[in-house]
């Protein structure tokens, strides 16, 4: 239950850590409604958003409800524009009464673990899981991601859930949906 598809716009951010919450709390979250905040956080809709500003909505305002947004996994299929503008229709007296909503749903801290093996590791063992970015190539920017302009930089960040799988390697679980590498899952080893 950890795998969605963030299909032809870049939410991972707000997919894997609704993904982490749902663990916490045992209910579904709404990835959609989580980029939202984020977006309207940053004041920039372009494409993609950064994890710390996901924790920062996770702390601040909250997780909602899967079923109480009406934007779903299928929105995800719309161009990037066009799902930027679905988003920016909701009015604003709807979005005030999902905050209150997701106000019951936040999480109380997050910290930056510095990327060494062991500290991951230790993080992990610790946690359970650990929200990742990976530096992306330039394919970050080919389909089925379509952003609004062409990236300026040759990298790009892309979010996924790290837990540990056998005391050897991670699992990887990615936001591209089940057609991805193993169900959507990779793996990774601890000594790489």
Not at 28 to 54: C, V
Not at 150 to 160: E, F, I, L, N
Request: charged letters at 25%; one cysteine or more; hydrophobic letters at 35%.
């Amino acid at each position: 239950a950890d795998i969605d598809d963030q299909h032809r716009v870049g939410i991972c951010t707000g997919i894997m850590l609704t993904m982490r919450a749902q663990k916490h709390f045992g209910i579904r979250f709404s990835a959609d409604f989580q980029y939202l905040m984020q977006k309207r956080s940053e004041n920039n809709w372009n494409e993609g958003s950064s994890i710390s500003t996901a924790l920062k909505i996770g702390k601040n305002v909250g997780f909602l409800p899967y079923d109480e947004f009406l934007i779903k996994e299928s929105d995800r299929k719309l161009s990037y524009a066009d799902y930027i503008l679905k988003l920016q229709a909701i009015p604003e007296a709807e979005i005030t009464r999902l905050m209150g909503i997701a106000s019951k749903y936040k999480i109380k801290a997050y910290a930056n673990v510095p990327v060494t093996r062991d500290n991951l590791a230790n993080a992990i063992d610790t946690t359970g899981s650990l929200l990742v970015r990976y530096s992306l190539d330039t394919e970050w920017y080919y389909p089925p991601i379509e952003p609004l302009r062409p990236s300026p930089k040759p990298t790009s960040g892309h979010a996924v859930n790290e837990t540990n799988y056998d005391g050897g390697s991670f699992r990887i679980a990615n936001s591209c949906g089940k057609s991805w590498a193993d169900k959507g899952t990779a793996y990774h080893l601890l000594k790489d």
